[in-house]
């Protein structure tokens, strides 16, 4: 009899076990919503180059997508929008995804160590 319900306990915690692991699974689709614009309040004095540097403090790169793909967004409403114009009074603009900049960044790594392989083999000849 003990052995019937240690076995019942072991299926039981190896089927919830089992569940943790696959549910997180279930959505890890990324949502369109997740990728669309998302709208960002700037205040008076800020400028879309500051905002980048907030976002990527460290990441010069990541600013450049930033700058870049929130003008492109903001095109339509504010052709003369550019990095360093700043904002006289309190206005809202588009801003892209940060999981949509983030695989721009995975492509960059992506083709970065590609390359390193190839340049250490050609340094080891």
Known sequence: MKTYTAVQCFNKCALALMLMLHVPLLFAGVSSESLSPMPWPMQAGESVSDLSRLFYPKNKHMQQHFIADTIRLN???????????????????????????????????????????????????
């Open 75 to 125: 095109h339509d409403e504010q052709p003369d929008l550019n990095p360093t114009a700043v904002f006289e009074q309190e206005h809202q603009i588009l801003i892209p995804s940060i999981r949509q900049l983030s695989k721009k960044s995975m492509r960059k790594s992506d083709r970065v160590s590609a390359a390193k392989p190839q340049t250490t083999e050609s340094a080891a000849e």
